[in-house]
């Protein structure tokens, strides 16, 4: 069993930062590659950034390339989400969530948090 708790969400003002944190337990977090996701009232949950399990390679959906940096400490079973420049439409619940496979593709991860409120006021 794989378990996942996000932290880190909160109220900023547009142009602010935010660090997310995803606590995973169990001692196998190395065996999975981990994926943010978030998901707007009334929106469909969308793929926001990946990361491989060693950490070595990472993908970001378009509209957080450059502003988020997505990383992870396998020591400490920890992924994080680094969320600079914020904008008003970030607004979401931001999901965490750990797959066999790497992927940007929601299908492909089983495990997920409870989520994490981020809001960006303008």
């Known amino acids: 069993q794989v378990q996942l708790v996000e932290s880190g969400g909160g109220l900023v003002q547009a142009g602010g930062s935010l660090r997310l944190f995803c606590a995973v337990s169990?001692?196998?977090?190395?065996?999975?590659?981990m994926g943010w996701f978030r998901q707007a009232p009334g929106e469909e949950r969308e793929f926001v950034a990946a990361?491989?399990?060693?950490?070595?390679?990472?993908e970001y959906a378009d509209s957080v390339k450059g502003r988020f940096t997505i990383s992870r400490d396998n020591a400490k079973n920890t992924v994080y989400l680094q969320m600079n420049s914020l904008k008003p439409e970030d607004t979401a619940v931001y999901y965490c969530?750990?797959?066999?496979?790497?992927?940007?593709?929601?299908?492909?991860?089983?495990?997920w948090g409870q989520g994490t409120q981020v809001t960006v006021s303008s």
């Open positions: 990361v491989s399990k060693s950490g070595g390679y990472t």
């Open positions: 969530a750990a797959a066999l496979a790497y992927s940007i593709s929601i299908y492909e991860y089983s495990y």
């Open positions: 169990g001692r196998t977090f190395s065996r999975y590659a």
